[in-house]
């Protein structure tokens, strides 16, 4: 594991953007493996400014994406697809057929889980997944749990991270209590893990999930078990290491 430490948000940020270009130049029909947050939005930022100036091109990558609540449409501001739509794909230049999230609208949990597995399968695995991590230490959306879920799962969603996602809808009776999640086995088999992280608030489970016991209690702690992750996290985020 190698662990980056930035000044702030916006170094964070130019650094993870810096190993997905590196990565896109390497293999430009790459699958990205890609998160929501806000801790990535920086970096999509800085993908997007080198796309338009001509210095990274990704006409020939794939993505799959970690998760979507489930029972927000595409339109739905607070849905995933809005956001990746929104803030990444639009500006670049990715063919939209290359690019792959949960399905928040298919009600049957066994069917949406199903196609998103063979989905991932059919692309071939992940050559870089990018994550953030949550307060609790949930990557996608696996959350604190007495084992590591596998595969592509529905998850009923934890107060503490109801409560951190509040912010972006109107009142909390509107955040869904549901998400469908790529599973810690699907994440695990990426070929490189990009984590990032930033603020202060970030900083305990942080250490804790890089330097803790490994643990479900824990989901991101398993990522002391790959053998080529990168951690770029700020300051604040690194405050107790
Ligand atoms: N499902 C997402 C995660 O993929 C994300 O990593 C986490 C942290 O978000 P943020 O980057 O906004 O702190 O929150 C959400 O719950």
Redesign the pocket.
Known sequence: MRIYKAKNYDEMSRQAANVISAQVIMKPNCVLGL???????GTYKQLIDWNNKGDLDFSGVKTVN??EYKGLTKENDQS?YYFMYNNLFKHINIDLKNTNIPDGTEPDSAIECARYNRVIDDIGGIDLQL?????NG????NEPDSEFAKMTHCVD?TES?IE??KRFFASIDDVPRQ?Y?MGIKTIMQAKKILL????A??ARILREALCGPVTPQVPASILQLHNDVIVVADEAAMAEF
């Open positions: 998160a929501t947050g806000s801790s990535p939005l970690l998760d995933y994550l953030g991590i949550g307060h949930h990557i996608g959306f969603l991270t951190a996602n998400a999640t990032i992280a930033s603020g608030d970030k």
